[in-house]
């Protein structure tokens, strides 16, 4: 006997019973969580390459578009006549945030130009002993050098990213399947084989992107880095389960919402978090500290755009 469970006016299947034969609620959860692992991964490597204050809502916000999208053929009950608007801004929005990593970019790249050819243009007689030293320090700085990943491109930053956006807005199919007719699992039940997905899928792409860097370079084994797990410092360990505590709480609370709002309503407004991406990667992480008004005066003009985007997203509601 399957049980059944209220909340509200909504009747569920019992969250965890699996004897409901016929029902692929619990597969699409797990196929929510699969995807949305995948974007979680190029969306930590994207702010791992562009920034909190760039990377974040780059690939987030881009993930609302989508998502959106998805949602709405899902669900079709949104008022397009705010709905739209709203998507055309959050793109505007993303737009500039790609103008704002690019002239970074620049600023960082002509800084960097400027600083070597000071150093060449200083004068002076060294001594054999100073330009042995010299020498070896050159070579030691090579070999450093070559031991770290290449420098990223702007290219392989930007498909990373949105690479990342599109899966974090697909992933809303399986979130849209798994609650609605016929599935009907509850947020508890979603919440579950989402994160059963996550878990999973983790097992795999850990050793892939480990030997196959998303930011290139060469890769390496799994085992030792593995192995030198415990030598990573507690507070870092804590650090790492606490963003993934927040992170999953938050996908709780809009599985708790999804009901309450439509799919469309209830994902837009929680993917408010570009907005707190830029704020953190502005002021905690000094991410645009020494660079010119042309490139942080176009932080507020993100944070206008995304804040009316999701305002007009909610309005369709």
């Keep these: 006997m399957v049980l059944v469970v209220d909340q509200g006016k909504q009747q569920y299947p019992a969250p965890l019973d699996t004897r409901r034969a016929g029902n692929p ?3 699409w959860g797990m196929f929510g969580g699969v995807v949305w692992n995948l974007a979680n991964i ?6 791992g ?3 909190n204050a760039i990377g974040f809502p780059l690939c987030v916000g881009l993930g609302m578009v989508t998502g959106a999208v998805v949602a709405y053929v899902q669900d079709p009950k949104s008022d397009l006549s705010f709905l739209v608007p709203g998507v055309l801004v959050a793109l505007c929005g993303i737009s500039t945030v790609g103008l704002l990593s690019y002239r970074k970019d620049q600023e960082v790249f002509r800084r960097a130009g400027s600083s070597s050819s000071d150093e060449s243009e200083v004068d002076g007689t060294v001594s054999q002993e100073t330009a042995a030293s010299a020498e070896e320090s050159a070579e030691s700085a090579d070999c450093a050098e070559a031991a770290k990943p290449p420098r990223a491109s702007m290219l392989r930053k930007l498909v990373v ?3 990342g956006g599109l899966l974090l807005g697909f992933s809303n199919i399986g979130v849209g399947k798994a609650t609605s007719d016929p599935c009907l699992l509850s947020p508890y039940a979603n919440q579950t084989y989402f994160s059963l997905g996550v878990f999973l899928s983790s097992l ?3 050793p892939l992107i480990t030997a196959c ?4 370079g060469a890769g390496t084994n799994f085992c030792p880095i593995l192995r030198g797990y415990r030598a990573v410092p507690l507070k870092c360990h804590l650090l790492s389960m ?3 505590f927040i992170l999953c709480s938050g996908f709780f609370f809009f599985n708790l919402g999804n009901k309450s709002m439509n799919l469309t309503i209830s994902y837009c407004i929680g993917q408010s978090a570009p907005l707190v991406g830029i704020l953190w990667g502005t002021f905690f992480f000094k991410e645009f500290a020494g660079t010119s008004a042309g490139v942080w005066g176009l932080v507020p003009v993100v944070c206008v755009l995304f804040a009316t985007a999701i305002a007009l997203i909610a309005a369709a509601g």
């Excluded at 190029?42 to 702010?47: D, N």
């Excluded at 860097?213 to 290139?216: A, D, Q, S, T, V």
């Design 25 to 27: 609620g619990y597969l």
């Design 42 to 47: 190029l969306l930590c490597k994207g702010i």
């Design 49 to 51: 390459m562009m920034g």
């Design 161 to 163: 990213c949105i690479t």
């Design 204 to 206: 795999v792409m850990l």
């Design 213 to 216: 860097p998303i930011e290139g």
């Design 242 to 244: 606490l963003g993934g």
